[in-house]
């Protein structure tokens, strides 16, 4: 399983450049394996921006489905949330977000 480490881009994930290279990334070890970790370790937020350009670009590219192969750990419940609702409008997730290791909001 491939690891992004978002913290790499800042503790405030929310320029559309970052989004592009995490998408880029993403898509490129799906093509090598089945399934990507998003580590979210030392992250305080992210901005709706970032989410659109790296998972709401996947999602309208490989459908919904795709989100079955990305896991998304260390999450506060204020990202959990904010890529709920990013993703959420791009398409229906019952299912398809796998959230683990959840941390509690500093």
Do not use: W
């Amino acid at each position: 399983m491939k690891v992004i480490q978002l913290r790499d881009y800042g503790r405030r994930v929310r320029a559309g450049v970052h989004g592009q290279q995490v998408h880029d990334q993403i898509a490129k070890a799906l093509k090598a394996s089945s399934r990507v970790r998003l580590d979210f370790a030392d992250v305080e937020s992210v901005g709706a921006t970032f989410l659109d350009t790296s998972l709401g670009a996947l999602v309208a590219r490989h459908g919904a489905t795709v989100l079955r192969s990305i896991v998304f750990t260390h999450c506060s419940t204020r990202i959990e949330a904010s890529i709920v609702k990013a993703l959420s409008q791009a398409a229906p997730l019952r299912g398809l977000l796998n959230f683990s290791g959840r941390r509690d909001a500093s």
